[in-house]
């Protein structure tokens, strides 16, 4: 059974940085379209970034510049520094898995198929 945790989340004054993991389990690899999502409350989940088999990336208007989102294949495991952080990015983290795309990855939520419990990103003073 594919499972992914997340781990790392937090609370942190603004301006400060968190590192994010996500553990993908042995019964698949990190080798497919792999994604950071993020949900407030009250508003709907939204793709941060997202990184191909390959290694190339995407991200989010509002985390370009700040989050840098990378893969250790050999463990299995999706980070995600998060630099400069702002209270803007208070929310749920999670990570997912595309099981049908290993290139040109979605930023739709609908599209992944795995999804991690999630983790709490708090940013205040």
């Known amino acids: 059974q594919v499972q992914l945790m997340e781990i790392g989340g937090g609370s942190v004054q603004p301006g400060g940085s968190l590192r994010l993991s996500c553990v993908v389990s042995?019964?698949?690899?990190?080798?497919?379209?792999m994604g950071w999502f993020r949900q407030a409350p009250g508003k709907e989940r939204e793709g941060v970034a997202t990184i191909e088999s390959g290694g190339k990336t995407r991200y989010a208007d509002f985390v370009k510049g700040r989050f840098t989102v990378s893969k250790d294949n050999a463990k299995n495991i999706l980070f995600l520094q998060m630099d400069n952080l702002n209270a803007d990015d208070t929310a749920e983290y999670y990570c997912a898995e595309d099981r049908r795309r290993r290139w040109f990855c979605s930023f739709q939520d609908d599209d992944f198929d795995y999804w991690g419990q999630g983790t709490q990103v708090t940013v205040s003073p």
């Open positions: 042995s019964d698949t690899d990190v080798n497919y379209c």
